[in-house]
């Protein structure tokens, strides 16, 4: 083997063993994705499919559930059941270590955004007219320019 004179950084070798010069720059095309931190299997390899996805397909009936009471003139009920879905895929992805298609980004991106979409909807839900279940009281004063009866 011939001696390879190396004066910049180098990587591990290539196919053929040459040292290839490091960058830190990030490649143009990326050629493959990393699976995000808790996004193994719910469940072992032999059990069924939905088994191993249990925590997105219980994220999904809820919503779908959710969006079923809309339907049926429950707005409120319905709107409370979606932002609880969003919430219940918050605490799943904070509690278990692999919550298999629930893991989207890293954990703290995934809880935070699930958590705070979660609380919006349920807190608009509390809210909507009429007859509002939660009232907030500088709420009329913040929207002063709006049409009041």
């Known amino acids: 083997m011939e001696d390879i004179e190396v004066r910049d950084a180098v990587s591990a070798p290539d196919a053929e063993g040459k040292p290839?010069?490091?960058?830190?720059r990030?490649?143009?095309?990326?050629?493959?994705t990393a699976r995000p931190e808790g996004g193994g299997r719910a469940a072992p390899r032999d059990a069924p499919a939905p088994a191993r996805q249990w925590p997105i397909l219980t994220v999904l009936v809820m919503a779908g559930l959710g969006l079923l009471l809309t339907a049926f003139d429950l707005f409120r009920?319905?709107?409370?059941?979606?932002?609880?879905?969003?919430?219940?895929?918050?605490?799943?992805?904070?509690?278990?270590?692999?919550?298999?298609m629930l893991a989207v980004r890293s954990?703290?991106?995934?809880?935070?955004?699930?958590?705070?979409?979660?609380?919006?909807?349920?807190?608009l839900a509390l809210m909507v007219q009429p007859s509002p279940?939660?009232?907030?009281?500088?709420?009329?004063?913040?929207?002063?320019?709006?049409?009041?009866?």
């Open 26 to 32: 990030f490649p143009l095309f990326t050629r493959d």
């Open 77 to 100: 009920v319905g709107t409370l059941v979606i932002g609880a879905a969003l919430l219940v895929g918050g605490v799943l992805r904070w509690l278990l270590p692999d919550v298999g």
């Open 133 to 149: 279940w939660l009232v907030v009281p500088f709420l009329k004063d913040t929207l002063h320019l709006t049409v009041s009866s």
């Open 107 to 123: 954990r703290f991106t995934d809880i935070v955004t699930y958590g705070v979409l979660g609380l919006a909807i349920v807190l």
């Open 20 to 24: 290839r010069r490091a960058t830190r």
